[in-house]
């Protein structure tokens, strides 16, 4: 009797480390952003309605984000707020998850085309999501995704989280397509 409970028990546990070498992420599949211009990902139809008012404009950096590397886009809204969609090459969204900066905050929101996504606020700027707002979204291991929007100057305006997640959806949409 004890001798099969102990064969049982190693079968699961070989069924189980089978499973978990499959891969511990739960993305649909791998999008990597290496090789992504991230003013490729965003096209006039996908934003229709959001008052863009300066054509995008290209960087070779991560504005705002220490250690990352990627690119960047960033849109002007008539309004005055600045969107940044940027593509990052050396960090997936765990580093937000349990963030070790004390002053940044996460939560996980609903997923973008599948994939997991993660709004990021600071304390240091304004204990608010709306003031301003960073979607990251886990496309590939070590990479990911991310929209980051100032905060809204008129009342008119959107929310930040809103309109980062507009961004998030229709570069998503390039993405995987």
Not at 8 to 33: F, I, K, N
Not at 159 to 173: D, G, I, K, N
């Amino acid at each position: 009797m004890i001798g099969r409970a102990l064969r049982v028990t190693a079968v699961l546990l070989v069924g189980l480390g089978a499973v978990s070498a499959c891969g511990s992420s739960d993305r649909p599949r791998e999008l990597s952003v290496s090789d992504v211009k991230p003013c490729d990902l965003i096209n006039r139809e996908s934003v229709q309605g959001m008052r863009i008012g300066q054509e995008s404009q290209k960087l070779d950096s991560v504005p705002g984000a220490i250690e990352t590397e990627g690119n960047t886009c960033f849109y002007g809204i008539t309004t005055g707020n600045t969107i940044y969609v940027s593509t990052i090459t050396n960090q997936g969204i765990d580093r937000w998850i349990d963030p070790s900066d004390e002053d940044a905050r996460s939560e996980e929101v609903f997923r973008i085309q599948g994939f997991r996504a993660v709004k990021v606020w600071f304390d240091s700027d304004r204990p608010d999501p709306e003031h301003k707002c960073w979607i990251y979204v886990d496309v590939a291991g070590g990479q990911s995704l991310r929209v980051r929007v100032e905060q809204s100057y008129s009342d008119e305006d959107p929310s930040t989280c809103t309109t980062a997640r507009r961004f998030a959806e229709a570069a998503m949409r390039t993405l995987a397509n």
